[in-house]
């Protein structure tokens, strides 16, 4: 495809930024990466591994002469960024996020994006558990979705970010913001939550029984709670920023289970037989749209940030 963007600004050099660092040096979609962290780690690793040419430890540094801002921290800390970087935006610019909350974050950023310069909201699926600058790699988007949330955007700003996107192999699709933070409750948020308390149930029956049932944990509890390994940092302000829609799955959620709970309880195996069922048909289903194969499960980890 070749050169999307002159120079390309990563602020946070988590797991999703160093894989797009990755992705535009493997596709060269950027003649220039530059970077920031606060961890001053975190930039030593960037330079180390190849995905910047330049790191600093000042955000607007970093962003100067950039012609696409990526902001790749935890969607609490972007209002604060945005405003930092906002005076040092090129003219001309495109700015956009790869946050698991859209609503948020566009009400946090927005303010701060100057006039001639383009915010286009955008969110990866992909990801894994881990984290930090060394966990990215250049395939981690491949054949994975990347929502893109354009509002009133110039089109050819958009056009532009949507070539990028697809550069790094991914599809693309826009949506309103509304509806990606409820979608985004169903397949990510809310699974995200409900593992991170299964790992706590198992802890507090490990601590009352005085029994080894973490360590004698079937693959399935390893398999369905390694989600639970995720950043704390970012989880805590999705579930923040993200509440009402959370909550709406999360009491549909307990609906269904206490609807499990009195079929277990009164024996109705027919309920049980026919829930499953159709819930297996759906998992087939996802299989079949390759969001299981490939690469990572869409939902898992998020950029960790600085």
């Known amino acids: 495809m070749g050169k999307v963007y002159g120079r390309v600004a990563l602020i946070g050099l988590g797991l999703i930024a160093s894989s797009i660092g990755h992705a535009i040096r493997k596709w060269g979609l950027a003649e220039s990466i530059a970077g920031h962290a606060k961890s001053e780690g975190s930039r030593s690793a960037a330079i180390e591994l190849g995905f910047c040419d ?5 955000a607007a ?3 100067r002469g950039a012609d696409l801002v990526v902001l790749a921290v935890p969607v609490g800390a972007m209002g604060a960024v945005a405003a930092e970087i906002g005076p040092c935006l090129k003219p001309g610019a ?17 303010p701060h994006i100057p006039p001639g310069v383009h915010f286009i909201p955008g969110h990866p699926l992909a990801g894994t558990e881990h984290s930090g600058p060394r966990s990215g790699f250049a395939t981690l988007f491949e054949n994975r979705w990347c929502l893109l ?8 700003a958009v056009a532009r970010l949507r070539a990028f996107w697809q550069g790094m192999k991914a599809n693309v699709e826009e949506m309103e913001p509304e509806h990606h933070d409820l979608v985004l409750a169903v397949t ?8 991170y308390t299964m790992v706590g149930v198992a802890d507090h ?8 049932i973490i360590k004698y944990s079937a693959a399935g509890f390893r398999d369905f709670t390694r989600i639970a390994a995720s950043d704390p940092t970012m989880w805590r302000d999705v579930f923040l920023t993200n ?3 959370t909550l709406d799955i999360l009491g549909r959620f307990t609906e269904e289970l206490l609807a499990l709970q009195r079929a277990i309880r009164m024996g109705d195996g027919q309920h049980l037989f026919d829930y499953f069922t159709r819930t ?6 996802i299989i079949e749209a390759g969001q299981d194969t490939a690469a990572p499960d869409f939902g898992r980890g998020k950029p960790d940030g600085p």
């Open 205 to 212: 029956l490990r601590r009352v029984t005085e029994s080894e």
């Open 280 to 285: 297996r048909a759906i998992r087939r289903g």
């Open 94 to 110: 495109t700015v956009t996020d790869v946050g698991s909350v859209k609503q948020a974050v566009i009400a946090a950023v927005a």
């Open 149 to 156: 949330i354009p509002g009133a955007a110039d089109p050819e």
């Open 243 to 245: 509440k009402e829609a």
């Open 188 to 195: 990510s948020h809310t699974p995200h939550l409900i593992a």
């Open 54 to 58: 330049e790191v600093f430890a000042s």
């Open 61 to 63: 540094e970093a962003v």
